[in-house]
């Protein structure tokens, strides 16, 4: 169980275009995602927390209209990369936390790469 | 505020070796203590957690207790194999607030040799 997708697993895009990426808890309902973005050989950095029907918190030094989220169900968020540049290319994480569980256990998505040209 | 802190890598050991990972932490209260694993080109896994002191969470060979007296919980494996090589990242849960965001250290690079 506490399975979680994320989709893509790869993208590359030209720059100044939009990238969505999908997350997706497929066993267990998620009534908070995280976003997290790790650099190489770097640990996590949160990037905004998202709550199912309601406006993310983002992190400070996040751009909130470059990264928006969108949690519209409990088993979906989606991050979208707008108008993409170069040092936006990382590597894209999500998390969830079981709303049923009710524990501070999260459970992380294989993760995106994103690749800007 | 919150922090965690683990020992700096990478760490290279031989197979059948015995392993520790060191972390600490700074929290008030009383925090969920967390391993998890990223294993080569995947996303991250929970290994093991302990939710209040003296728990002892375990999992694959892997063991760690949560010591409130020295405020850590160190990583160990009595003998770590080829596939255990990963990164490690310890982590911590406050035990306040309502999304309980994770407070991470910075990972710890095993590689293990045959």
């Known amino acids: 169980g506490a399975v979680v997708s994320q989709h893509p697993s790869r993208v590359i895009c030209k720059s100044g275009t939009s990238v969505k990426i999908e997350c997706r808890s497929l066993?267990?309902?998620?009534?908070?995602m995280f976003w997290y973005r790790q650099f190489p050989k770097q640990s996590l950095m949160l990037m905004a927390t998202?709550?199912?029907?309601?406006?993310?918190?983002?992190e400070q030094g996040v751009e909130k209209d470059k990264f928006l989220i969108n949690h519209a169900s409990l088993t979906l968020s989606t991050l979208t990369v707008t108008s993409a540049h170069p040092e936006d290319s990382s590597f894209y994480i999500c998390?969830?936390?079981?709303?049923?569980?009710?524990?501070?256990?999260?459970?992380f998505g294989p993760g995106t790469r994103l690749t800007v040209l | 505020g919150d922090s965690v802190t683990q020992m700096e890598g990478p760490v290279t050991l031989s197979e059948e070796a015995f392993l520790t990972i060191n972390c600490t932490y700074t929290a008030t209260g009383y925090p969920s203590l967390f391993w998890y694993v990223q294993y080569p080109g995947e996303g991250l896994q929970l290994l093991l957690k302990a939710t209040k002191a003296d728990d002892k969470g375990s999992n694959k060979g892997f063991e760690a207790t949560y010591r409130k007296e020295t405020t850590s919980f160190h990583l160990e494996k009595g003998s770590v194999q080829v596939s255990d090589s990963a990164v490690y990242f310890c982590a911590l849960s406050p035990n306040a607030g309502n999304n309980r965001k994770l407070i991470w250290g910075l990972g710890t690079s095993l590689a293990v040799n045959p």
């Open positions: 998202s709550n199912e029907g309601s406006k993310a918190t983002y």
């Open positions: 066993d267990f309902q998620a009534t908070t």
């Open positions: 998390s969830a936390r079981d709303r049923d569980l009710g524990t501070d256990t999260q459970y």
